[in-house]
C-alpha cells in the first residue's frame, strides 16, 4: 500500500522558517512524483512544490517561489519542504502526495495527485 506521512507542520512567527518531511512507503520511489499541497478551510486545494527524484525536477506555486525549497532523499523515501520566510498567508494544512511519473511536474502542480496522505497543519502568527 502506498503510504505518506507528513510531519513538522507546527505554530511560528512571521519571517521564521519551518521544515516539512514525508516519509514514503509502499512504491518505486524514485518512479513517483511527490508534491505538497495546502489548503485552507472553505477555499480550494493549492498545490505548493512538486519534485520527481529520479531527475530532480522541480516546480514550485509563484506564491512561494524563492522562499520554499523542496528537496528529496532517496535514501530514506522522503521528501523535505523547506519553507523559510513565512508569511501569515502560508497557513494551511500541507499535505504529501504521490503519483507515478507520467506527467511533466507542473501537470501534477496544477492537477493534483493519485495518493494523499494526512496533512500537517502550518500556522504563521503576525
Known amino acids: 500500500d502506498v503510504q505518506l506521512q507528513a510531519s513538522g507542520g507546527g505554530l511560528v512567527q512571521a519571517g521564521e522558517s519551518l521544515r516539512l518531511s514525508c516519509a514514503a512507503s509502499g512504491f518505486p520511489f524514485d518512479h513517483y512524483v511527490i508534491g505538497w499541497f495546502r489548503q485552507v478551510p472553505g477555499k480550494e486545494r493549492e498545490g505548493v512544490s512538486c519534485?520527481?527524484?529520479?531527475?530532480?525536477?522541480?516546480v514550485y506555486a509563484d506564491s512561494v517561489k524563492g522562499r520554499f525549497t523542496i528537496s528529496s532523499d532517496n535514501a530514506m523515501n522522503t521528501v523535505y519542504l523547506q519553507m523559510t520566510s513565512l508569511k501569515p498567508e502560508d497557513t494551511a494544512v500541507y499535505y504529501c502526495a504521490a503519483s507515478l511519473g507520467r506527467y511533466g511536474v507542473r501537470w501534477y502542480l496544477d492537477n493534483g495527485m493519485d495518493y494523499w496522505g494526512k496533512g500537517t497543519q502550518v500556522t504563521v502568527s503576525s
Open positions: 519534485i520527481i527524484s529520479s531527475d530532480g525536477s522541480k
